[in-house]
């Protein structure tokens, strides 16, 4: 069964994805091209992080409506799958596959923390229309 991410994770992902592109096109420019890999490297885990983050939410929604209280599992094993997916990742760029340790953990750091910001926006926003319709 698919599960279809809600319109924030979307516009998410593809803020995530812009940054990473263009951290890694900034690195490459003064850092040269391993400095850009490096970058993408952890970018693309902090997108992957957010993008299981988000499918996770998804389905925790759908099994709350269906069986209420089990979402609350449903939570907690996809925040464990995301902790050691990024163990993983982090030990096989740094580790095997030799990439830039910081400049991966600055692509990782930078991209991630879009996610914070986003919920930043959006609750200003959300504050903003409340405002509006009042």
Known sequence: ?????SREAQRLLVAQLSLMLVLAAGFAL?????AAV?????GGMAIAN?????????RA????????GAETMALYLV???RFVLMAVLFAVGIGVVK???VQLIVGFAVV???FFLSRGFMAKSQDLQGKVSE
């Open 38 to 42: 490096a970058v993408a490297f952890g």
């Open 30 to 34: 003064a850092s040269g091209v391993a």
């Open 79 to 81: 925040a464990v799958q």
């Open 112 to 114: 991630h923390g879009a």
């Open 1 to 5: 069964r698919v599960t279809t991410l």
């Open 99 to 101: 990439l830039l340790p």
């Open 50 to 58: 957010a993008w299981l983050m988000a499918r996770g939410v998804a």
């Open 61 to 68: 929604t759908e099994i709350a409506l269906r069986q209420p």
